[in-house]
């Protein structure tokens, strides 16, 4: 009996032991959780998408709790999700209008000249490294092998029987992630606000637009001289539109020759101008 005490007795004292230490070492060397994290974290939608510009949601929670991001920048949640996590944060958010993805191409199959056939991945990515860049002349344009339909965790692109990548406002959340997986830089995002939009990503020069693609910008310079209110720019032969000078008068939409310059929204109209001759 004697033999089997002393051993139960030395386990149950290091046990003892241990315990103590374990105890003490987790309150002096505890690493102090802010109770806002998990409130924020349950208030988003869990879609770890990126487009708030961290890893995930987790991360941006975290961000948040310390004041290093905004309670406004979850674009998959909007303005709900913002207005939840700025009361945690006892503070005011400020309305920002939601972006959008939008491609800045027309050049479908029948109006953008062919090189050739392509028959390599179905990835812009790789394409864009193949000498030529896959079927399409144009170095600029949507090369329409769907990285960003992959990209998009929302199903809100898909690329049109013409080949070019199309997005869909309604479910698009302006997250971004189609943005950077585009190789040549084909998509933007912009606010739904900004109406008069260029349909072209070129910066060649008129005749080498003009040899590739019916619908390109060919760098006239009209719509900037027809602009009422200078609210139309020329950088790298491709017009900038201030969406804050524009009066959506659409003078330069009419003008365009080549439809380059496009008046975006499902309910806008505008006749073009027919060229004289």
């Excluded at 975290?62 to 909007?78: I, K, L, R």
């Excluded at 365009?256 to 499902?266: E, R």
């Amino acid at each position: 009996m004697n033999e089997l005490l002393f051993p139960i007795l030395s386990l149950g004292g290091l046990g003892l032991v241990f315990g103590v230490v374990l105890g003490y070492a987790s309150k002096k060397f505890a690493v102090e959780v802010d109770p806002k994290v998990p409130l924020i974290r349950d208030s988003l939608p869990g879609a770890n998408c990126g487009g708030c510009g961290y890893a995930g949601c987790d991360a941006y929670a975290q961000a948040v709790a310390e004041g290093a991001a905004a309670p406004n920048a979850c674009t998959v949640g909007g303005a709900g999700v913002a207005e939840k996590v700025a009361e945690i944060m006892g503070v005011s958010v400020d309305e920002s209008e939601p972006l959008k993805a939008y491609v800045k191409c027309n050049g479908t199959c029948d109006k953008a000249k062919q090189r050739g056939e392509y028959y390599g991945t179905m990835d812009c990515q790789q394409a864009s490294v193949v000498p030529g860049g896959a079927s399409k002349s144009c170095q600029y344009g949507c090369l329409g092998l769907g990285s960003c339909v992959k990209a998009c965790a929302f199903d809100a692109i898909h690329v049109t029987e013409g080949g070019i990548a199309e997005v869909d406002p309604e479910k698009c959340v302006g997250c971004g992630a189609c943005v950077k997986a585009c190789p040549r830089a084909v998509i933007d995002l912009k606010p739904l606000s900004a109406v008069v939009r260029v349909a072209c990503n070129s910066k060649d020069t008129l005749k080498a637009v003009k040899d590739i693609c019916q619908v390109g910008c060919m760098t006239c310079k009209l719509c900037e001289r027809t602009c009422p209110v200078k609210a139309i720019t020329m950088e790298n032969n491709l017009p900038v539109v201030d969406k804050e000078k524009c009066v959506k008068c659409m003078a330069c939409v009419k003008k365009c020759p080549t439809n380059a310059l496009i008046a975006y929204g499902k309910d806008i109209v505008v006749k073009q101008e027919t060229p004289a001759n």
